[in-house]
């Protein structure tokens, strides 16, 4: 059974420091990761993906995938305490659709 | 750019009932998937329709099911409700097997 694992926290970490977040995967087949974040009684949000290993940039976040040790990770530069939410690592595999989910890590920036 | 819309945003429904959700996905997107996510836990994959066809299922029971419509617009139906079906259904769009993108949920409540 495809596993996601991730640490439910909650990781508290002071307004402008480094938020890391991290996840690992059981299927070595899997190619496609995604982070999501999700405030307290909404829906998902897409916020970074990952294909490759190495890392990806995007503003404050970067992700990044090491296929050999199945991990990835997510970090929030800058953290603002508009970042506190629950972040939900996916991950999707060759020849399928779907997206298996960890049960997310929730951080808390305080002001 | 319309996002993906769900109705409605909340239900109740007692036991042994039938419900039907409903989505419409992100303009230009032609799949559809189902989620659901209890409390506390990330979102499980109920199932992905293309072309008005299931393409892939997840670990859910005969008593969920659903369609696709020529517009992409999607319907999930439950029968026979049980207590444990009360949870967050959500839908995600995808243009195929792109990035899935979720619409605000419905809060499903089984008394």
């Known amino acids: 059974q495809k596993e996601v694992e991730q640490n439910s926290g909650p990781l508290s970490v002071p307004e402008g420091a480094i938020a890391s977040l991290n996840c690992t995967y059981s299927d070595r087949g899997s190619q496609s990761f995604f982070w999501y974040r999700q405030y307290s009684g909404k829906s998902p949000e897409l916020i970074m993906f990952?294909?490759?290993?190495g890392d990806k940039e995007d503003g404050r976040f970067t992700a990044q995938l090491n296929k050999a040790s199945q991990y990835v990770s997510l970090l929030i530069r800058d953290s603002q305490p508009s970042d506190s939410a629950t972040y939900l690592c996916a991950v999707s595999g060759a020849g399928s659709y779907q997206l298996t989910f960890g049960k997310g890590t929730k951080l808390s920036v305080i002001p | 750019d319309a996002g993906v819309t769900q109705s409605p945003t909340h239900l109740i429904k007692t036991r042994g009932q039938q419900v039907t959700l409903r989505c419409s996905p992100k303009s230009g997107h032609d799949t559809v998937s189902w989620y659901q996510q209890a409390l506390g836990q990330g979102p499980q994959f109920i199932f992905q329709?293309?072309?008005?066809?299931?393409?892939q299922r997840g670990n859910f029971p005969d008593r969920f099911s659903g369609h696709q419509f020529p517009n992409y617009s999607s319907e999930l139906n439950v029968n026979a409700l049980l207590l444990g079906d009360s949870a967050l259904y959500l839908c995600?769009?995808?243009?195929?097997?792109?990035?899935?993108?979720f619409g605000p949920g419905t809060r499903l409540t089984v008394l």
């Open positions: 995600a769009s995808s243009l195929g097997v792109g990035e899935q993108f």
């Open positions: 329709y293309y072309e008005e066809e299931e393409r």
């Open positions: 990952i294909y490759s290993n």
